[in-house]
C-alpha cells in the first residue's frame, strides 16, 4: 500500500500470574511483567507486539513515539536507524550478570519490528512467515521447560492452591525441590502438552542436586525424549567439568554452565556434549570471539534480545558456515510473543531443538481466543494475515490493572527470594 504511514504508537504496560520458580538470580515474583505495543497506520490498521516488560524501556518506547510517527511500517531500516541514533551506543556489556538481558534497545527495536511486520502482513494479506521467505514447516516444536519451585501459582490468593487441582494444574501449584518432584513435574507436563524434550532451569541448588534430578529424569524417560540443563552460568569451571561429565550420555545439550566465553570454551573442550548458550554470545559483536575460542555448539536465539525476527534469520545464515547450530531461548511470554517465536521457527533453514518456552507456566492471555493450544508439543503456524493473532481487549484491561495494582516496574528476583531467605545474595558464580 503506497503512502503507509504511522499516526500512533500505543504502549501498554501488564502483568500476568506467575508461579514462584527459582532460578539462580533468586525467585520468580507472583506477577510476571510484559509490555503490549500497539502500531496504528493512518488508515487504522493495527499492528501488535509484545516484549517483557520494564518501566524503563517503556519509557524508551514513549521517547521514540514522535521519532517514528510519520514513517512507512515497511520501511524498517529508517525506523531501526532513527531508533539507534535516539539513544547512546548500546554494548552486549550492558546485557547484565542475570539470566534475562537488560538490554533497552534491542528491546525497543524488536517489538517495532515485529508490530511493523503484523501490518505488513495485514496490508499484504499474508502470515509473517512470508515476510521471513516462506514456511518450511507446519508445526513448530518446543520443549518441556521444567523449573524447581515453591508451593503456590502466583498472583493474589485467589490464584493459589486448588486441594481438587489434578495433572498439570496441580504440578504448576505443587512444590518441587526434589529430584523426584522434578520427575512428577515434568510427567505432569508431558502429559498435558505433549512436549518431547525436556529442559531443567538449574543454578539453584547445589550441582550435585541438580545432577540427581537429571538422572531421575532419565531413569524415568530414558534416551527417548532429550534432556537439557541450564544452571544460568552460576557454576565455576572445575565444577562444571566434574559434574558435567557425570551427565554425558545423559544431556542432549548443555546451556550456560559457566560465565564467559573463555570459560565456556574451557568446559566445552573438556566434555563429550554439546554447549548451548544464551548468555555468552547473545550478540552479532560477540560472534567472532565465539569462533575464535569455540565457547559454544548451539546459539539461543531470543528475536527480543537479537534485534528482532529479520536479525534472527541473518543470525542462523551466520551460523552454518561457522558449525553452529540455532534455537531459540524464552521468556515469561504470553501468546504474541509465542505466534512470533512460531512464525519464526517455521522459516528457519532447519530446527535441530525443540524451542524454549515458558507458556506453560502462565495462566492468563491477552489474545482472542484464549490460550494457544500445543498438538503434541508443537505449535502450529498461525496462517491469517500477519502474526494471526489479535489483542482481546478486556484481558489487556484486566492485565493492566494488574500492573497498576501488583506495584512492580521491573523484574527483580533478588527482593522475591529475600521474602523466604532474608539474607540471600545474587552470586555471578556461586558454586
Known amino acids: 500500500m503506497k503512502g503507509l504511514k504511522i499516526k500512533d504508537i500505543i504502549v501498554t504496560p501488564i502483568a500476568t500470574v506467575d508461579p514462584p520458580l527459582l532460578n539462580a538470580a533468586g525467585l520468580h515474583a507472583p506477577y510476571a511483567l510484559r509490555t503490549i505495543l500497539e502500531v496504528v497506520t493512518h488508515n487504522n490498521i493495527t499492528g501488535i507486539s509484545e516484549i517483557p516488560g520494564n518501566v524503563e524501556i517503556n519509557e524508551a518506547l514513549e521517547e521514540v513515539k514522535e521519532l517514528l510517527i510519520g514513517k512507512d511500517p515497511f520501511h524498517l531500516n529508517s525506523i531501526k536507524d532513527a531508533i539507534e541514533n535516539h539513544f547512546d551506543e548500546e554494548t552486549t556489556h550492558q546485557r547484565g550478570d542475570t539470566p534475562w538481558d537488560q538490554r533497552k534497545i534491542v528491546h525497543v527495536f524488536s517489538s517495532v519490528e515485529v508490530a511493523c511486520m503484523d501490518i505488513m502482513g495485514k496490508v499484504l494479506e499474508r502470515p509473517v512467515v512470508d ?20 508451593e503456590g501459582a502466583g498472583g493474589k490468593l485467589e490464584f493459589g492452591i486448588d486441594p481438587k487441582a489434578t495433572g498439570w494444574a496441580a504440578a504448576r501449584q505443587a512444590e518441587a525441590i526434589t529430584p523426584q518432584g522434578i520427575v512428577d513435574q515434568a510427567i505432569a507436563m508431558v502429559n498435558e502438552f505433549g512436549f518431547k524434550s525436556i529442559k531443567l532451569k538449574g543454578g539453584a541448588f547445589e550441582p550435585a542436586q541438580e545432577v540427581a534430578a537429571m538422572k531421575a529424569l532419565y531413569d524415568h524417560f530414558g534416551p527417548y525424549i532429550p534432556l537439557r540443563h541450564d544452571p544460568n552460568a552460576i557454576w565455576k569451571v572445575d565444577t562444571a567439568i566434574k559434574h558435567g561429565q557425570m551427565m554425558e550420555g545423559i544431556l542432549e545439550y548443555w546451556e550456560d554452565p559457566v560465565r564467559g566465553q573463555e570459560n565456556m570454551a574451557l568446559v566445552r573442550k573438556k566434555l563429550k556434549m554439546p554447549l548451548a548458550t544464551n548468555m555468552c554470545t547473545t550478540s552479532f559483536e560477540d560472534i567472532p570471539g565465539s569462533i ?92 491469517g494475515p500477519g502474526l494471526g493473532v489479535e489483542i482481546d481487549r478486556e484481558a489487556l484491561k484486566k492485565l493492566h490493572e494488574n500492573y497498576k495494582k501488583c506495584g512492580l516496574t521491573k523484574r527483580d528476583d533478588l527482593v522475591e527470594m529475600r521474602k523466604v531467605v532474608p539474607d540471600w545474595e545474587f552470586k555471578k558464580v556461586r558454586w
Open 131 to 150: 515476510l521471513l521467505g516462506g514456511k518450511r514447516r507446519d508445526l513448530v516444536p518446543f520443549a518441556a521447560y521444567l523449573f524447581y519451585k515453591y
Open 292 to 383: 575464535e575460542l569455540g565457547s559454544e555448539d548451539i546459539i539461543l536465539s531470543d528475536h527480543h534480545f537479537w534485534g528482532g525476527l529479520r536479525s534472527s534469520m541473518e543470525l542462523a545464515k551466520l551460523c552454518e558456515p561457522f558449525g553452529r547450530k540455532l534455537s531459540m531461548h524464552s521468556n515469561s511470554h504470553l501468546g504474541i510473543s509465542l505466534a512470533a517465536m512460531v512464525h519464526l521457527g517455521a522459516a528457519l533453514p532447519e530446527v535441530p531443538y525443540a524451542l524454549d518456552t515458558h507458556y506453560p507456566w502462565q495462566s492468563e492471555e491477552v489474545i482472542v481466543g484464549g490460550r494457544i493450544k500445543f498438538e503434541e508439543g508443537s505449535v502450529r503456524v498461525p496462517d
